[in-house]
């Protein structure tokens, strides 16, 4: 007998696909970038248990989580409106 999906399945679909969407994005900008290095995943586990997915950035290289940081200085850059 197939098992029927709880309310707490149907209620965080949205969210679980969310998640696993933001790891394939994220995963693929940084290969573009050429950081490679960075292990992304979603938390199943805790995302089961509480209904909100987190994705867990893991580990990087130095080097990468410089790139990372220089990419993310230049989007911010890029985002200010220009001063006074």
């Known amino acids: 007998m197939p098992s029927t999906p709880s309310m707490l399945s149907?209620?965080?679909a949205e969210r679980r696909r969310r998640a696993a969407c933001v790891v394939e994005?994220?995963?693929?900008v940084l290969?573009?970038?050429g950081v490679d290095?960075?292990?992304l995943e979603v938390d199943w586990e805790?995302?089961?248990r509480t209904g909100e997915y987190l994705v867990d950035?893991?580990?990087a290289r130095p080097s990468d989580l410089?790139?990372?940081l220089d990419l993310l200085?230049?989007?911010l850059r890029c985002e200010r409106p220009p001063g006074p």
Do not use: E, H, N, V
Not at 25 to 28: G, I, K, N, R
């Open 10 to 12: 149907f209620a965080t």
């Open 25 to 28: 994005d994220l995963t693929a």
């Open 31 to 33: 290969a573009l970038a």
């Open 37 to 39: 290095s960075i292990s």
């Open 46 to 48: 805790y995302g089961r």
């Open 57 to 59: 950035l893991g580990t």
């Open 66 to 68: 410089l790139r990372l």
């Open 73 to 75: 200085r230049k989007g």
